[in-house]
């Protein structure tokens, strides 16, 4: 087993998604960790814009990794290329066309440092242009929409 260097892990996967990576970059730059060190793996699966352009050039505040993939394998591909790169003690998994909300990442932390859980789920709200598919996806019987803050299953 690796040793690990940082408390956080942030993991990132996209595909073509530069416009939006940029959004999900910057709101990265404004979560507060509160002392809690970070790194940010960018799993490139594949694009074909300048989405990985875009992340190695980026300010970010926290230590930075990409992987890339030179075909598109899929999000759970993608995932576990990151967390194989990972040298976090947790690991916190995003999108890249996902702005994160203002102190998700001090919440999540207040979570893995105050439990005995091994993994955690937070709130989703998809969105789509067929609205009735939205819809559908949003509905609270489905998925990590069904549990309440704090359940453990």
Not at 33 to 43: K, M, P, T
Request: charged residues 25%; positive net charge.
């Amino acid at each position: 087993m690796k040793e690990k260097r940082f408390f956080l892990s942030i993991i990132i996967i996209g595909y073509n998604t530069s416009r939006a990576l940029k959004k999900c970059l910057h709101s990265l730059n404004l979560q507060k960790l509160d002392g809690f060190d970070a790194e940010i793996i960018y799993v490139d699966d594949g694009s074909i814009d300048d989405s990985v352009k875009i992340f190695k050039n980026f300010p970010l505040n926290y230590h930075k990794e990409l992987v890339i993939h030179n075909n598109n394998l899929g999000r759970n591909h993608a995932r576990n290329s990151g967390i194989k790169k990972a040298q976090g003690l947790w690991c916190f998994f995003t999108n890249s066309n996902i702005e994160l909300e203002e102190n998700i990442l001090k919440n999540y932390i207040n979570f893995c440092t105050q439990s005995n859980a091994i993994g955690f789920v937070g709130p989703v709200f998809y969105t789509c242009n067929d609205k009735r598919f939205e819809n559908y996806l949003n509905k609270s019987w489905r998925g990590v929409l069904k549990l309440k803050s704090g359940d453990v299953v």
